[in-house]
């Protein structure tokens, strides 16, 4: 049985605290700010970025494992296809875009689906 795991999701536009808000938080006892994900693909692991504690995230034990339990999968995931799932799609400019076009939101979650279940991961 595997154990639930509540996920805070703070979500904001530029310049509105909310960086400020998740590294407060990533300070308390029992709480992880994992960051801007959005970005995972090219400041994390093709450029070998650092994680919120200050080490590279190869070397950040939380991500370690992460990474390791991702790139262990059947359908090893393309890291480049991911970057450019999340500029076509998953980015939030276009995201606005999708909410107000009708019928849209069925596209996105259908152009969406390789990339939400590599981060289901």
């Known amino acids: 049985m595997s154990t639930k795991i509540k ?3 703070i979500a904001g536009p530029s310049r509105s605290g909310s960086t400020v808000l998740s590294n407060l938080l990533g300070e308390v006892e029992g709480f992880f700010n994992a960051g801007e994900l959005i970005d995972i693909w090219d400041r994390g692991i093709e ?4 994680c919120g504690c200050g080490v590279h995230i190869s070397e ?3 991500w370690h494992t992460v990474l390791d339990r991702m790139m262990a ?3 090893h995931i393309d890291v480049q296809l ?11 400019r276009k995201v606005l875009w999708y909410m107000g076009v009708p019928g849209a ?8 689906r ?3 279940r590599a981060l289901e991961m």
């Open 47 to 50: 450029t070998e970025g650092r």
């Open 7 to 9: 996920v805070l999701y």
């Open 60 to 62: 950040c034990g939380i």
């Open 105 to 112: 939101s069925s596209r996105l979650k259908r152009q969406l």
């Open 73 to 75: 999968t059947p359908n």
């Open 114 to 116: 390789p990339y939400t």
């Open 82 to 92: 991911m970057i450019r799932q999340r500029d076509d799609a998953a980015h939030s």
